[in-house]
């Protein structure tokens, strides 16, 4: 799951922004001046900073110029100032994308899945579930059986769940993240292929299970061998 940085000297603000990531299951991380995020980016591993412009101990322009000489970080400024010299600047100086306040938690959202999508966040990794192996590199999963090919739509919800073994997922989130944030069809779509995934996979021999939390969404467990 992205941990994404936010950094903004405001408490409300600031609290407002980790509570709309984390309603979209994202890990956030709080600073509320540039020393301090610094400090969070070389403790933490962090996959996307969210920084307002005007903060006490270092402005933003340092801020970003410090993280863009060691790091490659996607960057979202905040600000109330909407002037396109602002604009301009920051982009000059490496950030990805611009948010003015006031702002709607949503749009920021939209925004923050953009840009994770084009630095290509999770990709190419090799998870392991149960007795499962699954291969993002080659999108396939391997069992004690054999090899599995999925479609892409189930690939990608059966990887979702399995990068984050216990953690219930909203039934929206995993909409917005498998379909897209567009997507104009229906919750039946996801039960379906919630189901297909369950008849593949939800076994002994691959130790797995696709658990329905009433009322919340899903979560992948392991099963535990007595």
Not at 4 to 24: C, G, P, R
Not at 109 to 122: C, G, P, S, T
């Amino acid at each position: 799951m992205n941990t994404i940085l936010v950094v903004d000297d405001d408490v409300n603000i600031n609290t407002l922004i980790t509570s709309s990531l984390k309603n979209e299951n994202y890990d956030v991380v709080s600073a509320f001046d540039g020393v301090e995020a610094l400090k969070k980016i070389e403790n933490e591993k962090i996959d996307l900073v969210i920084t307002d412009v005007m903060m006490p101990k270092m402005d933003v322009w340092q801020l970003v110029s410090e993280i863009r000489e060691s790091y490659d970080l996607p960057i979202l400024m905040l600000t109330v100032l909407g002037e396109t010299s602002q604009k301009v600047k920051g982009f000059n100086i490496g950030a990805d994308d611009y948010l003015t306040k006031p702002f709607e938690p949503e749009e920021l959202i939209v925004r923050v899945k953009a840009i994770l999508k084009r630095y290509h966040i999770n990709e190419s990794k090799i998870l392991s579930a149960g007795n499962m192996t699954i291969d993002k590199n080659l999108y396939q999963v391997k069992t004690k059986t054999g090899e599995v090919t999925l479609p892409l739509k189930e690939f990608e919800l059966l990887y979702t769940l399995a990068e984050n073994i216990g953690k219930t997922f909203s039934r929206d989130y995993l909409i917005d993240n498998i379909w897209g944030y567009d997507f104009d069809g229906n919750e039946r779509t996801l039960d379906v292929h919630i189901g297909r995934l369950r008849d593949k996979f939800q076994n002994e021999e691959c130790g797995i299970k696709i658990t329905t939390i009433r009322g919340l969404g899903y979560r992948m467990e392991e099963i535990k061998n007595e």
